[in-house]
Every structure is written in C-alpha cells, then in structure tokens.
C-alpha cells in the first residue's frame, strides 16, 4: 500500500505575490474594521511597493496544491 503525498509547502516569491497578498489582507482587514467601526487600521493602508509594507517584513510559506 502506498502513502498519498502530502501538501507542498514553498516560500512565497513575495515580488510574484505581493499584490495578491496585500488585496487578501485589505479584504481581511476591511471586514474587521467594519466591526469595529473605524477605517484607520494601518493594514488598509499599506502596500506592496518593494520599499515600504508588506515586502519591507514578509516572509511567508504557502501551500501548493
């Protein structure tokens, strides 16, 4: 009998992914500052220019189906 693989796992290329990434957390994000009843949640706000944000302190692993 075999085992089926498991996931794959892989770092993010957050320079590929950084635009998807940024519009995941603001849709997050946004839900959250509804509830809340504010729009000054710093993660709305950010971005995924190379110098500044999300790239400036990600480091993340995503799962490959």
Same mark, same amino acid.
């Given at each position: ?10 770092? @993010? $290329?957050?320079?590929? $992914? %950084?635009?998807?990434?940024? %519009?995941?957390?603001? @849709? @997050? ?6 509830? &809340?009843?504010?729009? %000054? ?7 995924? @220019?190379? $110098? ?5 302190? &990600?480091? %993340? ?5």
């Amino acid at each position: 009998s075999s085992i089926p693989a498991g996931p794959t796992w892989r770092r @993010a $290329d957050v320079d590929a $992914d %950084a635009d998807a990434i940024v %519009a995941l957390q603001r @849709a @997050a994000y946004r839900g959250e500052a509804e509830l &809340l009843g504010t729009d %000054a949640l710093p993660p709305l706000t950010e971005t995924a @220019a190379p $110098d500044e944000g999300l790239r400036s302190r &990600l480091r %993340a692993l995503g799962y490959v189906d």
